[in-house]
């Protein structure tokens, strides 16, 4: 493709290292993603073990 004009109203930076996931994010991801598909907290804590309470706080953490 052909590079943007200097004067263009954003520039693009580089993309990020990308680095191996934590468990931490593992774990984030896959709560987010059953809140996304609509599991209500409980259960989504008792499937993977955690407290209801851990279920909160990553959907805090992340705004959601």
Known sequence: SEPLPSNAPFALAPAAPTEPLSARDVRDAE?????AAGEKN???AREM???EGTVRNVLARHRI
């Open 31 to 35: 709560i987010l993603a059953r809140h």
């Open 49 to 51: 073990g955690i407290s």
């Open 42 to 44: 409980r259960p989504i």
